[in-house]
T-cell receptor, first 114, second 118 residues
């Protein structure tokens, strides 16, 4: 069975600092990997995804993630945090046909201080 | 972008009663919708796959008689928690992949429904 581990339920950064949210996965098949963001009272929004091809994936709002098969990781980064980045971030791996059934990590709350 | 709504956004009910949660795709159609449950400080766990015009598919360990799913149309799926108990208190989230548009992995999530059973 596939699984996702997100290290750190909370990550605090200062505005302008580097954001690094960690995600490790386990999968017996080539995975599709996703990062979602959830703002209060809103549905999950897709930040970026890795399917095939280039291992460095760029998403919305300046975020990017790199698929490292040897490390089974898909860490999310952003060079400079903005106050508006404060939210809950979920890493997920696809399961099943159609790549629509997702297995999620426990989420990481990003806190950004002025 | 595509929007999925859920109603209600939060509900409090007494133990033993039933609660219905609606998931609607507002500007697209979906033959499949997914229902997730999220307990505090835990990940979203897939409960079931709702299929328009046919029976839902439940994940292992999810009681189909307790969590009734009806996918009545291409824009509406409902989850009914029957005879709710305090341990059913959770955050319920639905998602819907559109029939048309997007890749095979595209899906849109609702904002969730928080259920509290007293």
């Amino acid at each position: 069975a596939q699984s996702v581990t997100q290290l750190g339920s909370h990550v605090s950064v200062s505005e302008g600092a580097l954001v690094l949210l960690r995600c490790n996965y386990s999968s017996s098949v080539p995975p599709y990997l996703f990062w979602y963001v959830q703002y209060p009272n809103q549905g999950l929004q897709l930040l970026l995804k890795y399917t095939t091809g280039a291992t460095l994936v760029k998403g919305i709002n300046g975020f990017e993630a790199e698929f490292k098969k040897s490390e089974t990781s898909f860490h999310l980064t952003k060079p400079s945090a903005h106050m508006s980045d404060a939210a809950e971030y979920f890493c997920a791996v696809s399961e099943g046909t159609g790549f629509q059934k997702l297995v999620f990590g426990t989420g990481t709350r990003l806190l950004v201080s002025p | 972008g595509a929007v999925v709504s859920q109603h209600p956004s939060w509900v409090i009910c007494k133990s033993g009663t039933s609660v219905k949660i609606e998931c609607r795709s507002l500007d697209f159609q979906a033959t499949t919708m997914f229902w997730y449950r999220q307990f505090p400080k835990q990940s979203l766990m897939l409960m079931a796959t709702s299929n328009e015009g046919s029976k839902a598919t439940y994940e292992q360990g999810v009681e189909k008689d307790k969590f009734l799913i009806n996918h009545a149309s291409l824009t509406l799926s409902t989850l009914t928690v029957t005879s709710a108990h305090p341990e059913d208190s959770s955050f319920y989230i639905c998602s819907a992949p559109p029939i048309a548009g997007g890749s095979t992995d595209t899906q849109y999530f609702g904002p969730g429904t928080r259920l509290t059973v007293l």
